[in-house]
């Protein structure tokens, strides 16, 4: 049974990937309307398909020169076997992959949606929801059968499909680095490709339909209108996939990486305790799989049965089917610590003994589990502080809403205070949260809470990806003029999709952090350097720039949005002027040039933020080793530049995020009308106007620049565990207490093979904690 | 001779306050015009004293709070004196008075400076540069006399005027070190309250007087007006005025703290080397005070001729004193390390030795000057980057005019992106500069980069105070409705001072950057820890609590102006309501409400944020000081915090000041007309509009929290080092090479004193670098 226990994660997904398939089948029978509606789905999926397919296209280019590289650097390496290009291609496919499945899917269920709006609330939800669940299950499924198929693939290639020793695992999962860092580079040009589309097509729809020639949005009029819509599955259903297929991928990756020091640190051999021997470096992934169940379970539960539901009730069912999946999590966490995990296990803390050495601390497997219940915790209370800064009708909301009685200015500066503001508690949860999950497990507590908190991805993405589906349902309801009922119904799904999509923002910045913190670990501890020493000046220089790129990445994301829309603008403008009748509905509107130049736009925007992110690291770790620098000096500056991205990162992701969403419920408020100094205010009014200047701006930065962060910090550390091997895979070198039974062991190791001088000063202390 | 050089700094800052002076009486002779230009000077002198007594009175009880906690920590912590409370008091009232000479300069130049231009532009330059120069002596002579009096004071009383040793020394400087936190609190609320009076003044002002009642800029019938003017004077003089001297202080000690160390790494003595054996230490205020010689000799050679002359040649002078005075100060750093310094010296590089223990090197005075060389270019590079981002007519702002075309909205996202994007230049230059002066001789380098930098401070505020007061001189012109060639005289002044405004406060980052750096250096130097290692999950942990609070700091100031301005507004408008025959100029308008609002507000506003500051790292320190943690753990952590502080801070000052710079001057590019889309575009336009609602944004950025970033940085770093004996001065108990003689040894040291093991091992190894 035990032994079997390695393959259930790949089982979980299998099935999670068969209930997805029966659930897409199921969507897919469902009435797509008459034939207007049908005519505009098709363009919808016609236009994201080709953004695809070019976007594609381009990145199998990427996908080959990288290849090429990782080819060239295994040839050098020795601790680098070839087999990691192998990884690294299917990696990226995967990801390519089950971004496409989500767009598929979301581009399918729309319609549907729309069409069954025409019946009931509680119909539209089941099919939007169901479009949700497939996109979730498909992106979850992928992710955990691709990593446990090669997981297991280079088990057996490389160590027989039984542990050996902690150097081959290592090799195991230095190459196994491939697969996720294939499925992170992916998610970068997804991200913010998809990012810089959406916007585009969004603000150059609103610019000359909206305000300049002024007619309503989603008017089948206006040339961009499709353009846009398609940028709702591209950026907000196709680029999360991938942004959350990479961050699954990558934080069971790290915490199997420090699994596998834990054994080492335990002696080098548990063989004894089950599992094949390698128990924690097989717990995430049978967490993983888990989760896939568990979110099954918990996509069941969505419902609503209330034709006159209102959003409160939509927002209850999702949170019914989120809450209980999270407490499965927690269930499946404790059995599976319990049951996996030998009952004590020995972990080396950084230099936490009296002289500053490494002290081994006996750590039992409940800890690991208190550690997973540190990252369910966390993720949950994020959510419902991102949910406070953003929430229609919440303090700050209202805030901002005063302040556009006296114009963009102050709307403005109040927007920008929020986010700003909303970095606090954020920030007080993480440090919280590494500190508590650090304390209870080291840094395999930190990877295992992230993990933890990864393992509801299906059911996170199910909810999220759930939101621009509605959206889009509403745009297909006004295109093809329905019966305004319908658009009702659509737009109480969608504004819980917009609550829904803050909070997955929140969801996705948290583990991202988590899993970069994580594999930052897995840096250090494998290229065996002596922590991350910032009072040594290159390493504080690093720090520095690691905490710019986050800046300028964001700037160069927000400066691609503008040039790409002021692009959209041009071409709508031409278009109301040149083709005849198209105001009046008589002449037919070119979709398909707009969704073009979006494409394009958005495709060469993206190169210069890839290039950085991918760039950096790889200067840091190259020049100064063309210039002859110790390698183990680099390593450490590249530690703390990944540090330094990191930290940065975070803040910029959250107030980005948060702000712009702020702005977006601000300007949202004054649908349903708001109070200002006492008298009731509306659309169209000048303070109005003001909020909609607030949400022009929080547009780049909630849904590109923003959510971009999640995946520099998450490449840029992977990145630099990638080339970890070029510059160290020191650990080996160090000493490790053989024989330990436990006892707490006290070992500080000092060693010098140079020339003259030659110190091996190993202390053990004997004491019980 | 030799033993003379101790009191010339203290003669060098007497020579510039006699010429202060002198300077000052001249200007005091000058013509201040006729009856209602004296009327508006008065008001506006009454006002800025009004403000300035109510801060005092405030600050002396927080003056009083802390000394009472320093005295009380100086019972308890024996490495501790008494006298570092005088030190403290001492600096708190020297930076008071320093703001108070600066700012009643500015009130009685702006009004002869308008006098002036009546006259002629040469004359105009004259005086308002005089001014300027007063103020700059001001401070920068009151510093360095402040400075050196207390360590003479010191060195006599704790070490007989002779070297003794190092720990003694150290008593000395952390004594000493009470003296700039004195200083340096002062100028947090000085930079913080004065801030937020300007912009809440100027927003209110603008807000009822331009936009709704439709009257000019510095009309008489605004009531808000006079307290415009007031608020140049307490923000932009004496708030600048209160940060260059904290920083001025700041920089010398950190510098002499650490040439105390390199004394240390000598052996302890080198009393032969001459300089009463404190050669290092005596190096920083040496440069100090040969810098207000030069400035002197800078000063004066800031003139113009033609009456005719253009913004160009006004830059022109200002850059030829500028210039002059840096190339001087090279010269003069060249002479005193030579002079002063052993002519090698040994450093413990930390960390660098082959098994990561410390790395004694050999490192001859010229390497010290070369490192003061780096201090000195990057200071001037810093601002040539921070006038392209921010200068009229250059690129970015080109791109941020064309921007406002379509609307408040793509002008904001621009104005972000600029202010983001110039992040990458600066820091690429301070990762530069913090590697390069570091190479050359270690953080001791460090420090003498920003020493030689800030040696031309009282030069740089010259040009700094210059504008306000030309600003000041251009209101008076206007209330005073004199001929318009007196205001355009004084409008060429403004402008050049808006420049100097800007790369003025790119010198104050800069240089607050590498004072924290030093300081940063200076405390885990003093506390004797292993570094500050973020491989360790709290210490992580706290690098991310303190990237965060510049944020929320950020955050609190920008409310606080909102929220002030409000106050503003409702007054302005009650006034405009209330007061018969105000419209008509037959009504007087209560110039002293205004006044007395924002006096109230902004001291009211100024505490949360100062709250902040000073709370997060004693909160850190001592709550688990309360819990029992360890000491050197705090230690660490605390400089984990340090450390995010200083990276988040310099990032989020430098995108602030150059986002509210280049709106303001996007802003201005419409006065003289811009061409957008082929056609002339001016003030009035909606462009015009759009780039209005940019600068309402920016003003906060660069006038309120942008620039108190500077002193956040500083301060947390200097609250460090302050309590650094409480948690530490474990520096003494590690062993150092006792006989060093000009050979390069490697020193390895491990000292566990604990129960059962004790190992220590000290390595030797000889090699001539």
Not at 4 to 23: Q, T
Not at 39 to 52: K, T
Not at 193 to 198: E, H, K, L, R, S
Not at 469 to 479: F, L, R, T, V
Request: glycine share 12%; aromatic share 8%; net charge negative.
């Amino acid at each position: 049974m035990e032994s079997m226990m390695i393959y259930m994660p790949i089982v979980a997904a299998a099935l999670g990937l068969i209930y997805m398939l029966i659930k897409k089948s199921w969507v897919m029978k469902q009435d797509a309307g008459d034939g207007k509606m049908k005519e505009i789905s098709d363009h919808i999926y016609e236009g994201a398909l080709a953004f695809l397919n070019a976007e594609y296209r381009l990145l199998a280019i990427f996908v080959i020169i990288v290849s090429i590289a990782l080819a060239g650097v295994s040839f050098i390496v020795p601790t680098t076997h070839w087999m990691i290009v192998i990884a690294f291609i299917f990696g990226a496919v995967f990801s390519a992959y089950a971004g496409n499945i989500g767009m598929k899917i979301a581009t399918k269920t729309n319609v549907r949606t729309t069409q069954a709006a025409r019946t009931s609330l509680p119909n539209a939800l089941k099919i939007s929801f169901g479009g949700g669940t497939v996109m979730g299950l498909g992106v979850a499924g992928l992710a955990v059968l691709g990593l446990t198929a090669f997981f297991l693939i280079f088990f057996h290639y490389f160590m027989g499909g039984a542990w050996t020793n902690t150097d081959q695992m290592t090799i195991v999962l230095e190459t196994l680095a491939g697969f996720s860092l294939g499925a992170e580079s992916i998610a970068l040009f997804a991200r913010v490709g998809g990012g810089i589309y959406t916007k585009a097509a969004d603000v150059g729809a609103d610019l000359v339909g909206k305000v300049e020639a002024g007619i309503p949005e989603d008017d089948p009029r206006n040339p961009a209108t499709i353009a846009d819509n398609v940028g709702d599955n591209v950026g907000d259903v196709a680029g999360m996939g991938a942004d959350l297929f990479g961050s699954y991928v990558a934080t069971v990756l790290a915490a199997m990486v420090l699994g596998n020091y834990i054994i080492k640190d335990m002696g080098g051999n548990i063989t004894a305790e089950g599992f094949a021997g390698i128990g924690p470096v097989l717990l995430p992934m049978a967490i993983a799989g888990a989760g896939i169940i568990i979110s099954v379970i918990g996509t069941m539960l969505v419902k609503i049965k209330n034709n006159e539901a209102k959003e409160a009730q939509v927002m209850g069912a999702l949170n019914v089917g989120n809450w209980t999946s999270i407490a499965l999590v927690a269930v499946a966490c404790f059995g599976l610590c319990k049951y996996m995990l030998p009952e004590t296990m020995n972990m080396s803390f950084f230099g936490e003994a009296e002289d500053g050495g490494n002290l081994m601390k006996s750590i039992s497997s409940m800890r690991v589990f208190y550690a997973t219940l540190v990252g369910l915790v966390v993720g949950g209370v994020i959510s419902a502080v991102t949910e406070y800064y953003t929430g229609l009708g919440k303090k700050p909301i209202l805030e901002i809403v005063q302040k556009s009685s006296t114009g963009a200015g102050t709307n403005i500066i109040a927007g920008l205070a929020t986010g700003m503001i909303s970095t606090f508690s954020s920030v007080l949860l993480f440090a919280i949260a590494i500190w508590a999950s650090y304390a209870f497990a080291g840094f395999y507590g930190v990877a295992m809470a992230a993990s933890a908190m990864m393992a509801t991805t299906a059911m996170q993405l199910a909810i999220d990806a759930f939101g621009p589906i509605a959206d889009n349902a509403g745009g297909i309801a006004e295109m093809s003029e329905q019966d305004p009922i319908v658009r009702e119904r659509t737009d109480i799904l969608d504004s819980v999709g917009n609550t829904t999509a803050a909070t997955g923002k929140g969801f996705a910045i948290a583990s991202a952090a988590l899993t970069s913190l994580a594999l930052f670990a897995a840096y250090v501890t494998f290229t065996g350097i002596d922590g991350i020493n910032i009072f040594k000046a290159p390493v504080l220089a690093m720090l520095f720039i690691g905490g710019m790129v986050p800046v300028v990445f964001s700037a160069l994301a927000m400066n691609a949005v503008g040039k790409a829309a002021m692009e959209m603008v041009y071409e709508v403008r031409r278009q109301f002027k040149e083709i005849a009748g198209i105001m009046e509905g008589t002449g037919k509107p070119e979709y398909d040039k707009c969704v073009a130049i979006s494409t394009k736009a958005s495709l060469k925007e993206m190169m210069l933020p890839g290039l950085l992110t991918i760039g950096f690291p790889l200067a840091i770790a190259f020049l100064p080793l063309a210039f002859g620098m110790e390698n183990k000096a680099i390593a450490e500056m590249l530690g703390g530049y990944m540090a330094g991205v990191t930290v940065s990162g975070v803040l910029w992701a959250i107030f980005q995020n948060n702000a712009g969403g702020a702005w977006d419920n601000a300007k949202k408020s004054f649908e349903a009308g708001v109070e200002i100094n006492g008298e009731m205010t509306y659309k169209g009014s000048d303070a109005h106007k003001a909020a909609v200047t607030g949400d022009t701006v929080g547009d780049p930065f909630k849904d590109t620049s923003g959510p971009s962060m999640n995946i520099l910090i998450k490449l840029t550390c992977l990145i630099g565990l990638v080339i970890a091997p070029i510059l160290g895979g020191h650990a080996e070198d160090t000493a490790t207490a053989e024989e330990v039974n436990k006892n707490v062991i006290q070992v500080n190791v000092e060693e010098t093979t140079k020339d003259n001088v030659a110190i091996n000063a190993v202390t053990l202390e004997e004491e019980n904690i």
